[in-house]
């Protein structure tokens, strides 16, 4: 999950996104949690109006903290998309974060859903350098995977990575790089 704003102690959970709604901003509702422990519930009704947090009970006080941490972050570059321009900078405020937190979580959720669904019917394989999968065969439906992977492999010129044998984030770490062009690491 890649946001503007690095940090590791404010974070997210319960996150619950209807996209339906999301207009101007993302609609949601999720639970604020500072260094581990949950003080807020923050919603956005995705009309382009400002997130509210309100602290859970007894939790004002962290709540307050949270905010003086969020507010005592670098500013964050805010690109315009004007490329003779310098990045304008915002300061960071609590529901600026939990806006970005928001965001970033929404839209890894995505992309893990659409690996999820590429990784549980096909038999994806990296050669040369490209992402690619056999059509017509289901994942599912082949039941000595380890002796059709290495039948796959022997009719390849080049040496091949079989995402279903990796490890479920380093197969997907290898799909996203493919996929989106993000660099690995």
Not at 49 to 69: H, P
Not at 75 to 82: I, Q
Not at 156 to 164: F, H, K, V
Request: with cysteine.
């Amino acid at each position: 999950m890649e946001t503007i704003t690095q940090q590791d102690r404010i974070t997210l959970k319960n996150l619950k996104v209807a996209d339906f709604a999301s207009e101007e901003t993302l609609c949601f509702s999720a639970t604020v949690v500072f260094d581990g422990t949950p003080i807020a519930e923050a919603r956005n009704d995705g009309h382009g109006g400002s997130t509210f947090i309100r602290a859970l009970d007894g939790k004002a006080a962290l709540l307050a903290q949270a905010e003086a941490f969020a507010k005592d972050l670098p500013p964050a570059p805010l690109d315009l998309g004007h490329e003779d321009e310098a990045p304008h900078l915002i300061d960071i405020t609590l529901d600026f974060l939990v806006d970005e937190l928001a965001d970033a979580m929404h839209a890894e959720r995505k992309v893990r859903a659409a690996f999820n669904r590429d990784i549980g019917s096909k038999v994806l394989f990296v050669k040369d350098g490209k992402l690619l999968f056999i059509k017509g065969i289901k994942l599912k439906a082949i039941a000595d995977r380890k002796a059709y992977f290495a039948s796959l492999r022997a009719r390849q010129t080049q040496p091949i990575i079989i995402l279903a044998e990796l490890a479920p984030d380093e197969a997907f770490a290898l799909w996203k790089q493919h996929v989106l062009g993000n660099k690995p690491g």
